[in-house]
């Protein structure tokens, strides 16, 4: 029973560099979304991504960008790196856009110097 | 857009006590709320949720209740236990809207 996976598992960058973070979504789903969690805080949304189109985007910089992949998998691309970006990136995914329940991977945990 | 409050931010009760955490939401157009529970270092997971059309769902210890009319819902945990100990987040989402909008969470301690 394989569930959401994500890679990798950390991460450390420096300012200024360019980072992919890679997400599977669970067998048969269709929709992936991508969140942010600073330290100490609820998840921010970032993307989500459903049949390869973009179907939501949160309040982030043009700096972040994601796709998804005719399987269904997905990339999120952060460049120019913040020290404020470091955090942990989850991946969430959905059998569909606009079916709610959303389960989330283990996230990537991006730290940037 | 949405706005999640979550209290209270931490919570600490004894083992066999019951936990109840609230949160309200700004859109009346929300129609999904869904409780994560997070282990230090892990993954959300989702325990519990419930859409607009019912106002109270129940899973074993866990039962969360929704109020439409002043916009706010409840995670209720009876007979906690140590393994209950986790940061809970509450979250809602506006039909037609992709994204859950979080609460601030709520660092939950069961006291043995």
């Known amino acids: 029973d394989a569930g959401v996976t994500q890679s990798p598992t950390h991460l450390i960058k420096t300012r200024g560099q360019q980072v992919t973070l890679r997400c599977s979504p669970i067998?048969?789903?269709?929709?992936v979304s991508w969140y942010q969690q600073v330290l100490g805080q609820g998840p921010q949304f970032i993307f989500q991504?459903?049949?390869?189109?973009?179907?939501g985007r949160g309040n982030f910089p043009d700096r972040f960008s994601a796709r998804q992949f005719p399987n269904y998998s997905s990339e999120l691309n952060v460049n120019a790196l913040l020290l404020g970006d470091s955090a942990l990136y989850l991946c969430a995914s959905s059998l569909a856009a606009g079916r709610e329940t959303q389960y989330f991977g283990p996230g990537t945990r991006l730290l940037v110097l | 857009g949405e706005n999640v409050e979550q209290h209270p931010s931490t919570l600490s009760v004894q083992e066999g006590d019951s936990a109840v955490i609230k949160c309200t939401y700004s859109?009346?157009?929300?129609?999904?709320f869904p409780w994560y529970k997070q282990e230090l270092g892990k993954r959300p997971q989702l325990i519990i949720d419930?859409?607009?059309?019912?106002g109270e769902k129940k899973d074993q210890r866990i039962a969360v209740t929704l109020n439409k009319t002043a916009k706010h819902f409840s995670l209720h945990i009876t007979e906690t236990q140590p393994e209950d100990s986790a940061v809970y987040f509450c979250a809602g989402k506006t039909f037609g809207n992709e994204k859950l909008t979080f609460g601030t969470g709520t660092r939950l301690t069961i006291i043995p």
């Open positions: 859109d009346s157009a929300s129609n999904y």
């Open positions: 419930i859409r607009s059309n019912v």
């Open positions: 991504y459903y049949e390869k189109e973009e179907r």
């Open positions: 067998s048969g789903h269709k929709s």
